[in-house]
């Protein structure tokens, strides 16, 4: 069992900046993908960015939605068990409550949400124009 917990959202204003957090507990793999997902209200949720996690690996490949490309960084701290999704010049259409995702049987970051078995309580961004 894998426990996430996110943290770091929060009301700001367009062209601002947020980092979230994603804290990970439990059984821990050698390899597996973290992932970022947003819903909007009305909308489906939508894939972010993912980052392949591999022990004693600092860093990890990473994969974008084409809408965040540039403004958003995902990355990892192994030593923290926490993935991050560093978020800058924040626009109102970014405006959702914000998961992370544990997909623990695949090793290349993906969009699949359908593969990701674990999910976090969300975290409420809100970017006033």
């Known amino acids: 069992q894998v426990h996430l917990v996110e943290s770091g959202g929060g009301l700001v204003q367009a062209g601002g900046s947020l980092t979230l957090s994603c804290a990970t507990s439990g059984r821990t793999f050698s390899s597996y993908v973290m992932g970022w997902f947003r819903q909007a209200p009305g909308k489906e949720r939508e894939f972010v960015a993912a980052?392949?996690?591999?022990?004693?690996?600092?860093?990890?490949?990473?994969k974008y939605a084409d809408s965040v490309k540039v403004r958003f960084t995902i990355f990892k701290d192994n030593a923290k068990n926490t993935v991050y999704l560093q978020m800058n010049s924040l626009k109102p259409e970014d405006t959702a409550v914000y998961y992370c995702?544990?997909?623990?049987?695949?090793?290349?970051?993906?969009?699949?949400?359908?593969?990701?078995?674990?999910w976090g309580q969300g975290t409420q961004v809100t970017v006033s124009s």
């Open positions: 980052i392949s996690v591999t022990y004693l690996s600092v860093s990890g490949r990473t």
């Open positions: 995702a544990a997909d623990l049987t695949s090793s290349n970051p993906h969009p699949d949400q359908n593969q990701y078995t674990y």
